[in-house]
């Protein structure tokens, strides 16, 4: 049973997250993450939708500094 707290990106870091699958296409494309609940620890699946899209002047592989700065 997931927590009912409200989850506030304030407290979740990139670091504690992470990418278990990436599915769909298109406006139908979902990416499940996990991540602690910040108030009692949980672990909880989000599923994420896309709501923008912007091309980024980034270099592959992410370094913690280029995350920070986009």
Request: net charge negative; hydrophobic share 35%; glycine share 4%.
């Amino acid at each position: 049973m997931a927590c009912d707290h409200e989850l506030d990106s304030e407290y979740l870091t990139t670091t504690d997250s992470t990418v278990t699958d990436i599915r769909g296409a298109g406006e139908s494309l979902r990416i499940d993450v996990i991540v602690p609940c910040p108030d009692c620890g949980q672990a909880l699946e989000l599923t994420l939708t896309e709501e923008s899209r912007e091309e980024v002047d980034v270099d592959f592989p992410l370094d913690d500094a280029e995350i920070a700065n986009s």
